[in-house]
């Protein structure tokens, strides 16, 4: 068995960072890097920075941008697919209704207020265009349509957290053989 360099290894790490985009024109995936902020460390020069709620509250919002942007970037691709001045996407709220419940599954971390913002931003941002970029007419439409969008409660945030978890854990001890 061939070992990799570290070279070689560096730049596999650099292509999984980055993100498939499709070309609606050309139906081909072109890869582009998602800049994402990185987080402050925990210890500096001994000194344990996580005794302080201000920087708690800093980590937080790193994480929470993080996951935000993360989410945005992974759905544009798809959405860009579907044309929003066409007449069949144009107000389409069973799109509407499956982004939803995407940010649903996504958003799982954090408790219920800053998870329900950072789903309202994210949604509002992504589909947007679908709704003649008028924000009253897509709060309106989610309004309508929440009735069909399936639900987070803790227990399945609690088993995606875990699914999660053990994912990391198996890569990594699997990684170890």
């Known amino acids: 068995m061939k070992k990799l ?19 609606s024109k050309t139906k081909s995936s072109e890869f582009v890097n998602v800049d994402l902020k990185e987080l402050p460390k925990k210890k500096i020069y001994g000194h344990d920075l996580t005794k ?8 937080k919002n790193y994480k929470q941008d993080n996951m935000k942007i993360h989410f945005i970037t992974s759905l544009k691709p798809i959405l860009e697919s579907y ?7 144009d107000l389409n709220d069973e799109l509407l209704v499956e982004i939803l419940n995407m940010a649903e599954s996504y958003f799982i ?6 998870r329900e913002e950072l789903k309202h931003s994210s ?3 992504l589909m947007l265009p679908y709704f003649h970029n008028d924000e009253k007419l897509m ?7 929440w009735c069909r969008v399936k639900k987070s409660t ?8 875990l699914k999660i978890f053990l994912a990391k854990f198996l890569s990594i001890s699997m990684s170890n053989i």
């Open 139 to 145: 709060e309106k439409m989610i309004l309508m349509v």
């Open 5 to 23: 360099n570290a070279n070689i290894h560096s730049d596999l790490n650099q292509d999984q960072d980055a993100q498939p985009v499709l070309d």
């Open 83 to 89: 044309i929003p001045v066409d007449s069949e996407n």
């Open 52 to 59: 302080m709620k201000s920087f708690k509250n800093l980590r």
């Open 109 to 114: 971390y954090f408790d219920e207020t800053e």
């Open 123 to 125: 949604v509002v941002e």
């Open 154 to 161: 803790w227990k399945r945030r609690a088993f995606s957290k």
